[in-house]
Each structure stands twice: as C-alpha cells, then as structure tokens.
C-alpha cells in the first residue's frame, strides 16, 4: 500500500503485512483457476477489512466476480453479527466464489444482477465498482445504505482537480458523491494509480 506525503508530494510505501488472511488466499486460488484478473486489489482489501470490522448487521458487494472483495470483507468481521450477502451476474463466476464460503453462514453469493438485493437492505456497509452496471449514483444508492452506513466504491482514477476531471472530462459520478448532501463522503488515494470513495449515510 502507498501513501501521498505531503512533505514531498510523492506516494511513498507505507506498511502492511506480506501475509494475506487464508479466506483471501482462498479467493485468490479460485480466481486463478478461473482465470479472472479483474478483483478487488489488497490495498483495497485492507480497507474493507478494516470497514468491516466496525459493522454489524447485513453487508453488500455488487459484483463479487470470484469472490476477492467479498473475502476480504469478511476477514474483518467481528462475531456472528454480520452478514454479508454478494450478488453476480455471471453464474459461472458467481458458482465459483459460492464455493470458498460454502460453510460459511455468515456469507452468501448470489448469481444475479445486483439489483436482487434491493429488498435485502438497508446495509451498513455497501461495496461496488465505479463501473458496476446500472448505476451508482448517490440517488441511486441512497436508500439501499441504513443511517450512519458506508458506500465503498473502488477502481477510481486519482486527481487532484477540482471539479474532478479524468480523460478531460469532468467525473460527475465523483463530483456528485463529494457534494451530496445525504452523505459525507472522502475520496482516499490506496495506491498510486488508484483512489475509493468513502461515504457514510447522515
């Protein structure tokens, strides 16, 4: 993981453990077997992690692919509170991650398109990509997260312009998440060539 020093305005290494949580190692194993390389990154991961682990209640990831993100998401959770429920769309992918947390109650995959889970919210903790199909607005997404929850969305280009302009285009997904008013939401540089969105419901 890296970090932008303000002293010299470079990113620098920061700390974190070589080691990954066995569940995480699990997902990764799967995914190599599928041969999918699109999956949550670790410095991501640690971050859902970390998230996690302040939550209880019921937990989201729109677009599990073969169940990295959902995986570290769980390497966080504390007891038997938690419940994380993932959907996607791919069933071939979504038969592949179901299979690491086959006995696990506490997870539960479900091949479909995200928008199933509509009627298994509000969730305390909500993950997706910037690019997750249907949308993921603030007005889209308001509703589906319970007071004080957290909307995590990930795969962002980092910038430090304001209003937020990638490819010269201003990102109005981005721009909109930062001045919404339902949510007070920080953009977080994990790495050098990639930020998340971090927003919690007032």
Request: net charge negative; glycine share 8%.
């Amino acid at each position: 993981m890296r970090a932008l020093a303000p002293s010299i305005g470079k990113t620098v290494p920061v700390s974190a453990p070589t080691e990954l949580p066995d569940i995480v190692t699990r997902a990764f194993d799967v995914s190599r077997r599928a041969g999918y390389v699109s999956f949550c990154r670790n410095e991501t991961g640690r971050l859902l992690a970390t998230l996690a682990a302040t939550r209880s209640g019921t937990m989201a990831e729109f677009g599990t692919g073969c169940g990295v993100g959902t995986a570290w998401l769980r390497s966080g959770v504390r007891g038997g509170a938690a419940h994380i429920v993932s959907a996607e769309l791919d069933e071939h992918l979504a038969k592949e991650a179901a299979e690491i947390f086959a006995d696990d109650e506490q997870v539960e995959v479900i091949a479909a398109d995200w928008g199933i889970l509509r009627d298994r919210g509000p969730f305390a903790l909500l993950f997706l990509d910037a690019e997750t199909p249907g949308g993921v607005s603030p007005d889209q997404l308001s509703d589906l997260v319970e007071e004080g929850g957290i909307v995590v969305i990930d795969d962002l280009i980092p910038t430090d312009m304001w209003p937020p302009i990638i490819y010269g285009r201003v990102d109005t997904l981005r721009e909109s998440w930062l001045t919404d008013e339902r949510f007070t939401t920080v953009e977080v540089m994990v790495a050098p060539d990639t930020s998340v969105l971090i927003a919690t419901k007032r």
